[in-house]
């Protein structure tokens, strides 16, 4: 299939129009290209009454690399299924999808406008008071729900068989997976930090824990993931949360969602050790991260447990026992994960404006080498910490 | 599709001329129906001069039961392609496949006709030199090389997706995980047996494992299992060995393939307590078994780590201690799954004739019991059972 781009911003409004129920038709539309246009061109057209709405079209190769870089555009088959199977159980934390047109590639989609990229408001030490919930809530609801503790079994198999997600699942294998243990070209490793990216490519212990959890992402089909759950595909105000961009979605361990997303508190943890600003500042917004990462935990674990309890239909799933060992597991999958995540985005390729807003390479070593150190340490001891609490004293301990 | 079946001999014998090379033009062919043609029919066409062959045609419906019963076609194309999948790793271990016809629901395939049925060569108490050595090598060759420990990415999703098999799995779900495990009235108990089996109901360790093993066979996509190895999918000889019919194939848990043989070779063991014949070449024949288990399992066991070491790309899948700990926790799925299949054939609703010659009814509960009392070790004792020697040295004990 050819690719065709919108040729203009008359057509573009046009295909708004027709495919929303949100604008009147005497209104003027306007619209504006945001986003980087990198894999996916980004509108948002607004009739300057308050009204606006997003279109996202994906492309079919990396725009800054050429055509000689294909990438399928099924993530946004995917993206658009994922969101509406993310609103049929948490409406209020995902855009609402007005229309995927698979011809042009491109889903019509409310404007979250509204609220900040989360990376950016930790980066602020901004305090989100509803966002920890919101997060952990999401979380529960979107991964039980596409589980087989409550999915009929055809179903299951056959929302697994949608989202096969080859290409995208290809880009974590290699980033969180493989990269960050080797020497690998891909990798941006800040200078003072050589040392000790030298170690961890030696360090048997960790990359055979590494390959367990690499094995389970490629193997394990649990749940329907977002599948990049970082701080950038999260938006948040004081009121309200919107997770986005789930092009990545596929049917993988559900530790890894839980886990990417609490790496990314980790990560802004580390980073806060050596941002700008006050020091004391800083040290009670690490705390608030490490609360955030308790309420998300307590939100999620008792949320899910709950479901378990009232809507798993398997009777040879239903016994409580099984629902403690579960969400044990889950735990520990979820702390493995969150060490993968701090550990590829400090010497792999893809890093973190909270670390990269360090601007002093040494004292970003400092953030870096904690960050490290306790992504080592959510990995090798993930089955030994007994629960969030213990995970948090661990964290704090290595902050010292 | 409407289904169209074979109008008359001559029909099937022009199919079987036009889809295989195995007959000369001159020769006279002629057809019989074997088989019991209740969910497909079977039929040899031979040329009365030592050339035969078989075809395998599925039906859309379960015929005893009628059109009410549908049951997806599907299956025939998924065990055309499972056996060439084998063949291209153990050609002599499966029978070659001629033509598959994707509009007929038909195979043409190789006549095996020359071994015979293992679950009647076990109960006859047959030694087959090679037979535990060639299982070790086809569940080696069938689960490596279907794996992400050989598979490229985007070859083994693709795999995945094409082996979505949401009919044949569910009956595996709920034969296996569901019924043995609760008063379900698919079960079929001696009534010798039945406060037997009211214990099991309530063992809430047994039934915790059981749920973690069935979340293993519901999510975990490891390989591509045959799905229903048990004695009657495999014939043999003194020389040879056949597996047939993988129409159950899936991507699974390596152990589930592993254990379904090993839980049979142990049925067969549990039988022999009780078949008629000598008590002593009964107890010799015993000890046959379990040299066979040890003897598959080394075989696998080793195959399966030379071709890690030497067949494995993905870098990050490549350390030693992962061959190490990967092959432990092999060893213990089978050995769950093995306890799994001794539990559902005893108490389930499939029943395996090597418990069903055992006329008399006490008699009968005598191995049953035993292989009650195998499955719940093997399963709840799985991750200590150290090596196979441990767990001989386990049902030798349980067998007194």
């Not at 980004?42 to 009204?51: E, F, K, P, S, T």
């Not at 490793?189 to 690499?214: F, M, Q, S, T, Y």
């Not at 993988?252 to 806060?272: H, K």
Request: charge should be negative; charged fraction near 25%; glycine fraction near 6%.
């Amino acid at each position: 299939m050819s690719f065709r781009k919108f040729e203009s911003d008359a057509e573009v409004i046009a295909f708004a129009r027709q495919n929303s129920p949100i604008f009147s038709s005497e209104a003027r539309l306007h619209v504006d290209e945001i986003g980087d246009g990198n894999i996916n061109f980004v509108y948002r057209v607004a009739d300057g009454a308050g009204n606006s709405l997003i279109i996202k079209q994906a492309l079919p190769y990396v725009r800054i690399i050429g055509e000689s870089w294909p990438l399928s555009q099924d993530r946004i088959r995917i993206e658009a299924e994922a969101l509406r199977m993310a609103g049929e159980h948490c409406a209020d934390l995902v855009p609402q999808v007005y229309h995927f047109d698979a011809a042009l590639c491109a889903i019509v989609m409310e404007d979250i406008g509204s609220h900040d990229n989360l990376r950016h408001a930790l980066i602020a030490r901004r305090r989100l008071p509803l966002l920890a919930e919101h997060l952990g809530r999401f979380l529960a609801d979107t991964l039980f729900f596409s589980s087989d503790l409550y999915l009929d079994a055809h179903r299951k198999k056959a929302l697994v068989k949608s989202f096969i997600n080859p290409d995208l699942c290809k880009i974590s294998e290699d980033l969180f997976f493989v990269d960050p243990y080797c020497d690998h070209e891909r990798n941006a490793i800040n200078a003072p930090l050589r040392a000790d990216a030298e170690a961890l490519w030696n360090d048997d212990l960790l990359k055979l824990e590494v390959a367990k959890l690499k094995a389970k992402f490629l193997n394990q089909a649990e749940a329907l993931l977002h599948g990049d759950l970082h701080s950038g595909s999260v938006f948040a105000n004081e009121t309200g949360t919107k997770v986005i961009d789930p092009e990545f979605a596929y049917f993988g361990p559900i530790g890894f969602d839980v886990g990417s997303i609490l790496g990314n508190y980790l990560l802004n943890f580390a980073g806060q050790a050596n941002l700008p600003g006050d020091a004391s500042e800083r040290r009670d917004y690490q705390q608030w991260l490490l609360d955030g990462m308790a309420t998300l935990w307590q939100t999620f674990e008792s949320r899910f447990r709950q479901h378990m309890a009232e809507q798993t239909n398997d009777p040879s799933l239903q016994l409580p026992q099984y629902a403690d060992w579960y969400l044990g597991q889950l735990l520990a999958d979820s702390l493995g994960y969150a060490g993968t995540e701090l550990i590829r985005r400090t010497i792999g390729l893809a890093h973190v404006a909270d670390m990269e807003s360090i601007t002093d390479p040494a004292q970003r070593a400092e953030s870096e080498r904690l960050a490290l150190q306790l992504g080592r340490t959510l990995i090798v001891e993930r089955e030994q910490l007994a629960d969030m609490e213990a995970v948090i004293q661990r964290v704090k301990a290595l902050a010292g």
